[in-house]
């Protein structure tokens, strides 16, 4: 599976001082380490920028400062499209852009993109203003009505991700099912398309959080997940992973398997 590394994100202090006092250093040895941990993309976020101008600016900045020391493609997270811009303009590679939604405006900026410069997207189940419908069911509307609007822009359905959006398990006890239940709908119905999630939120405000965010992995990718958006540098995380793609046959001869275990990465 894809694994796009979380830790380039200004919403981590951190990161943001980074960004802030272009410190390429910091973000180089972040960069590097979720290559090491095992990511295939990295994410950056700089959404704590105010203005659209000055989150330009730091996609500028960061992206050839990421790539110049690790050969991956990056995921571009933004809610802006002049900064997505700014960051496909000097990306090398093929990139991902993090994110669209089934909002037509939203689309109407974002697959144009997609087309012209080729990379992947991912797909919020998510309408106007963020809504986030409340059934699995309506969550598959707005997928397959993304589905058909990228045909319009030419864009293959096999480059789009799309994300059910999981939320956390502490306010609705169904929301682990729900995601479930969503994702497999997505695999079952729309052909090539590909599915993506993040970690985190399905086990906020509850304990040994970790515990919870690598079951609910395998869930995942028990249930068909292709890509997720984590910390590549959590070796307990990234060797189930490695034991999970095995148990669901996507290892001919389990020789990554092997391979990581030889590489010592099996052990947490
Ligand atoms: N779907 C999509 N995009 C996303 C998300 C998603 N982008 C943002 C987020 N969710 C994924 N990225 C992060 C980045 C950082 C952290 C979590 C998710 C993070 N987690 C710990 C914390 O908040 O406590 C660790 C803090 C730290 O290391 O400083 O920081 O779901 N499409």
């Not at 980074?18 to 380490?33: H, S, T």
């Not at 933004?78 to 811009?85: A, C, D, K, L, M």
């Amino acid at each position: 599976m894809e694994i796009i590394g979380e830790k380039i994100n200004t919403t981590r202090k951190e990161v943001e001082k980074a960004v802030r006092e272009r410190d390429a250093v910091f973000i180089q040895d972040l960069a590097r380490r979720q290559a090491e941990g095992g990511a295939t993309y990295l994410d950056v976020n700089s959404g704590l920028a105010l203005y659209p101008e000055e989150e330009a600016e730091d996609f500028a900045w960061l992206v050839p400062v990421i790539q110049k020391v690790v050969d991956l493609p990056l995921s571009i997270d933004s809610g802006r499209s002049r900064p997505i811009e700014a960051a496909l303009k000097l990306h090398s590679g093929k990139a991902m852009i993090n994110s669209v939604n089934g909002e037509p405006a939203k689309m109407e900026e974002i697959f144009p993109l997609v087309k012209k410069y080729g990379c992947r997207v991912i797909a919020l189940t998510s309408s106007r203003d963020g809504g986030i419908p409340a059934t699995s069911g309506e969550r598959l509307k707005i997928a397959e009505i993304i589905a058909t609007e990228a045909q319009k822009y030419r864009v293959p359905l096999e480059d789009i991700y799309f994300d059910p959006l999981v939320m956390a398990l502490s306010t609705q006890h169904g929301n682990g099912t729900l995601f479930l239940e969503t994702l497999r709908g997505i695999k079952n119905n729309l052909g090539e398309a590909k599915t993506v999630s993040g970690l985190s939120n399905i086990s906020f405000g509850l304990p040994k959080r970790r515990l919870l965010n690598q079951a609910f992995l395998l869930l995942a990718l028990g249930s068909g997940m292709d890509a997720a958006i984590l910390d590549p540098t959590d070796k307990a995380l990234m060797a189930m992973i490695r034991a999970g793609e095995t148990l669901m046959g996507k290892d001919p001869f389990c020789a990554h398997y092997i391979g990581a275990f030889r590489e010592g990465r099996l052990d947490a």
